[in-house]
């Protein structure tokens, strides 16, 4: 039997060192060729370390949220043969290194599930606090797993990474064995507990990045009412008539559209600023960045060239981003280059927002929730659909009557859809 070592290996543009996010495996794990072991954390993205070899982990070079270095040892695998290192060369690993966090969705792929008992006798453990509303931390795994067993995830305490749901928090809900009774009377009893969690990996890079951008542009935020009726109604007809054949539309394609055509009035907008060399790029390109919430965190996928798109393109490449960054699976290139940002939380979307500027972008636009409210039209009182538009600027670029124009500008494409279009 052999050692072989896995180094921490070189992600390219000049990355010296990396966050170590989350453990796949631990200490004593059989694992296989092009396996997942681990999650590091770059600027920009996630990146899967997969391992080269079949073997036994014997030893792991980190912990989860540790930054280390380019070309330091990562994990050694006790392996059939040489392996890729002398007796006498082996690293040392300190024991403590063996505290990664549980293994997820890329390593209990292969985990025996028991069969589902009936819903009607799932019993359960102690209730966490979480608002009917708030979705928890889980892989799809997970979450499926959740389901065949009839437990509601937001009652289950996680103990992975940021609070995360594992198979085995599943496992010990059900082992509890407490009845339903005693768990309603457990939701009212007082509570003393206290629980830390470390903010690392993507947590942290948003935090960091949040507090940046807050730090470094001014912010200035500009909120508009819009009525969607037109517009929600050509969406309707354009899904009934091609949703079948081109795929369906949401309204997210049609502002991104409305971006596009109001752009080409306000270029100081689709801009990026670097303020250490006090530079100005105006982009005629304009990438647009979907922000896009993930079980890892916030992410910011790009539509490239959205001026080039056709409605329909749009839709497609805002999907498959979107599920992309969900997954996990999108690329450092996928999640980089933006130039304006849009930032939408569905149902969800309150009724005005602040939304924190994705620097070194000047523009982000908010999208909030669609509502029906009576207005006054033509001196008739009607029912429209009606939605505001929270937008936030960088004040050291953009003056204040540039994004009110800006804005205005893209009501009036959205409240007369058609114009979207003329050219």
């Known amino acids: ?127 966490v606090a979480r608002e009917a509303d708030e979705r928890p931390l889980a892989s799809p795994a ?36 407490q009845s339903s009774a005693s768990s309603a009377t457990a939701a009212y009893a007082p509570r003393n507990d206290e629980e830390q969690i470390p903010v690392i990996g993507m947590r942290r890079k948003i935090a960091q990045r949040m507090q940046d951008a807050t730090q470094r542009a001014a912010h200035f935020s500009y909120v508009e009412e819009i009525d969607v009726t037109a517009v929600e109604e050509l969406r309707v007809h354009l899904n009934e008539k091609h949703g079948a054949t081109r795929g369906k539309l949401t309204l997210l394609p049609f502002l991104v559209r409305a971006l596009v055509v109001a752009l080409r009035d306000f270029p100081q907008i689709n801009a990026r600023y670097d303020d250490e060399a006090q530079v100005i790029t105006r982009l005629g390109a304009v990438h647009v960045g979907i922000a896009t919430q993930a079980d890892i965190g916030l992410m910011v996928p790009v539509v490239r060239h959205a001026e080039a798109r056709s409605l329909w393109d749009n839709a497609a490449e805002i999907s498959r981003l979107a599920s992309a960054a969900r997954n996990g699976k999108a690329s450092r290139d996928e999640l980089s280059g933006s130039s304006i940002t849009l930032t939408s939380l569905g149902a969800l979307g ?39 538009l929270s937008s936030s600027f960088d004040h050291r670029v953009v003056d204040g009557m540039d994004a009110a124009q800006f804005i205005q500008a893209v009501r009036g494409l959205l409240e007369q859809p058609a114009t979207l279009f003329v050219e």
């Open 1 to 127: 039997m052999g050692t072989h070592v896995i180094k921490m290996p070189d992600i390219g543009e000049g990355i010296a060192e990396v966050e170590l996010s989350v453990w796949h495996v631990k200490v004593g794990d059989l694992v296989v060729e092009d396996q997942v072991l681990a999650d590091v954390m770059t600027d920009k993205a996630m990146v899967d370390i997969p391992s080269p070899v079949h073997g036994k982990v014997i030893s792991l070079g980190g912990v989860p949220g540790e930054v280390m270095a380019v070309g330091s040892v990562l994990i050694s695998i006790e392996v059939e043969g040489a392996g890729n290192v002398k007796e006498s060369a082996q690293p040392v690993v300190a024991a403590v290194k063996e505290a990664p966090a549980p293994k997820v969705e890329a390593a209990v792929a292969h985990k025996p599930v028991a069969a589902a008992p009936p819903r009607a006798a799932v019993c359960q453990g102690p209730i």
């Open 142 to 177: 997970v979450r499926k797993h959740a389901l065949d067993l009839g437990i509601q995830l937001r009652l289950v305490r996680g103990t992975g990474p940021a609070g995360r749901v594992l198979h085995e928090d599943l496992d010990a809900y059900l082992a509890q064995g």
């Open 350 to 388: 309150g009724i005005v927002s602040t939304p924190v500027l994705n620097l070194p972008e000047v523009a982000i636009v908010g999208v909030n929730k669609i509502v029906e409210r009576p207005m006054v039209v033509k001196g008739q009182i009607v029912i429209r659909k009606m939605m505001n």
